[in-house]
């Protein structure tokens, strides 16, 4: 079955070579250069434009934001392009809003939200949680159970939503972490003692346990010359505020994350590089 993927960034690269590897007959496109090579190396095959996705069953997305996924979809005409009946699906982490507005102004595809999580290594195996908004077709199932565990959150748009909720709850806890480190440090205690007490104890979270992780995650978009306003502690608050704002419901804790946390794990990033 032919798939295509664009977007072959830190999350899409494992993606895509995880489909290769489960037998799928994968076409890929990203700007970088690098990346085209990588997924050509790893043996997939480059699309040279948009018409080369055109007998693709399922296409999926890994961009960076909204207005990315718009772009291609709508503006460049992917959606036009593709047979009847093929179905999109976004991993990128959107708006639900964005994707309900796509779905329903194209009834020839489907359009559906299926955001990940679960950071490159299990992209690379196919373990990741994929949380799917809206109805997948046959093609699109068998492609999602390739990457990982398929949860139905709802309809179109619920993905997305969850995606958020998940989004903020790993931030939060975040920088509840910063700050409860840099209360412990005041008082001599070794960060690395602080996360072992976590790991049997109620404050026990998947970041402290995966500590670092955020450090070299700013690195590898350092490395990417990724704007700080795509990074997810700081596009993904805003999207959770948006979000929460049109669908009338509260957020008062991302909303001042919002405004906080991105200087925060920037900060704590360059710290690690060089603790001077």
Known sequence: MRVGFIGLGDIGMPMALNLIDQGFDVVGSDLAEDKRARLEEGGGRLASDLTDFADCEVVCLAVPDDA????????????????????????????????ERLASADGRVRIL?????????RARDGSLTVMLGGEPSR???????????????GRVGAGAAVKLANQLAMLASLQALYEGLELTAAFDVADSLVLDVLQSSTGDSWTARNWGFFDDLAKAYDRADVDVSYRPWSKDLWDVVAAARHAG?????????????ADEVEDHARKAVDPS
């Open 113 to 121: 939200d299926a955001p990940v999580s679960g950071g490159a290594a």
């Open 249 to 261: 419901t509260r957020a008062p804790l991302a909303a001042l994350l919002s405004q906080i946390l």
């Open 68 to 99: 990315v996924v718009e772009s291609i979809l709508v503006d460049q005409g992917l959606a036009g392009i593709v047979a009847a009946g093929a179905t999109f699906l976004i991993h990128s982490t959107v708006l639900p809003t964005t994707v």
């Open 139 to 153: 093609d699109a199932q068998r492609v999602l159970d390739a990457l990982g565990t398929t949860v139905r959150c």
